[in-house]
């Protein structure tokens, strides 16, 4: 199986169903939807009525400013829709984000997470058979008495994957979830002595192998002739990223690059925040060039994770332009 997916946006219905049935043909492993400009679940619904194999993913859902009652229906919806071929990818958002944006207590993000988690499962494992649902604990509690979903489930559980980029989260998801879903500028460094290291922790303090966990990878991907037009696209996403403080240790070995990078961020300057990301940088935290450039750097990564998300530069530039970069990810490495 190709261990490739596809990081998808939203256009129209039509489109959507269109690339999802290109890469169910091309052979890609799956498409996962994203939570910054749209809801991540909708798009998925139009996926899954165009096609049969695809595994269909949300990469991210915010865990926190949906309660787990109405994710949990929407996991379940999107499970019959697909025909048990989705995975709920969760997050935590950014504290700002959480807190300014929706309006949500944000806590302390790990036992959060971990408790939204241990919800999320009692409701889709218990919402057909009308037993009480009751959960007591720092940040929910539920207590769902008198109700039955009248849909019995297409299996069993539904996989819960969640993102990290720290060691504490990461630990989290190889210790409650089914998958941990990389952030797209983790560095190979980064995956190999943060990533790996932490989830070892976490599965040996469940009890669990490594071959009960899956691992997607994602990367900033830009695939293009003009090699010099692919890297200025993945500068422009790695700009952005290093602005928000949460990813603060992905950038660590480039303290120089930051500082100019959030000056021009002060102006307003998108241009210059992007012109600011050193060719290191863009070596480091992406896979940009001809599509056998990114076919090598990616070969690394394929080493080390059980699939991996192809991800377009979606930062800082025209929504047109990177739809024209998920294209050439289709075209590039489809089967």
């Known amino acids: 199986m190709n261990r490739f997916s596809l990081s998808i946006g939203v256009s ?7 690339l999802a049935a290109r890469a169910e043909a091309a052979g890609f492993r799956g498409l996962w939807t994203s939570e910054m400009f749209h809801d991540p679940f909708v798009p998925l619904a139009a996926a899954a009525a165009g096609t049969s194999r695809l595994q269909l993913g949300t990469s991210i859902a915010l865990a926190f400013v949906r309660s787990p009652w109405v994710t949990a229906l929407a996991a379940l919806d999107l499970d019959i829709l697909s025909g048990g071929r989705f995975v709920l990818g969760l997050g935590t958002g950014l504290k700002r984000l959480n807190e300014r944006w929706h309006g949500v207590a944000y806590g302390k993000p790990t036992p959060h997470i971990r408790e939204c988690v241990q919800v999320i499962r009692l409701i889709t494992q218990r919402a057909h058979t009308g037993e009480p649902i009751r959960f007591s604990g720092q940040y929910y509690d539920v207590d769902i008495q008198g109700w039955q979903r ?9 996989p819960i994957y969640l993102a990290g980029v720290r060691e504490g989260m990461i630990r989290t998801a190889a210790e409650v979830a089914d998958g941990l879903l990389g952030h797209p500028i ?5 995956v190999r002595e943060v990533v790996l290291p932490s989830l070892a922790r976490g599965l040996a303090e469940s009890g669990r192998d490594r071959g009960q966990f899956h691992l997607c990878l994602a990367v900033c991907c830009a695939v293009d002739k003009d090699v010099a037009r692919a890297r200025r696209a993945a500068a422009a996403t790695i700009a952005f990223y290093a602005t928000v403080k949460t990813y603060e240790p992905l950038f660590a070995a480039f303290p120089g690059e930051v500082q100019r990078i959030q000056a021009a961020l002060m102006r307003g300057d998108q241009g210059a925040m992007a012109a600011a990301v050193s060719d290191e940088m863009i070596d480091t935290l992406a896979a940009a060039g001809t599509a056998g450039d990114v076919r090598r750097k990616l070969a690394a990564y394929l080493e080390l994770a059980d699939s991996i ?25 489809g089967e």
């Open 150 to 158: 009248p849909l019995a489930p297409v299996r069993e559980s539904i």
């Open 309 to 333: 998300c192809l991800t377009p530069p979606d930062q800082l530039i025209e929504p047109a332009e990177s739809d024209r970069y998920r294209e050439a990810l289709l075209e590039a490495f």
């Open 186 to 190: 983790y560095s190979l460094r980064w």
């Open 12 to 18: 129209g219905a039509a489109d959507v169903v269109r």
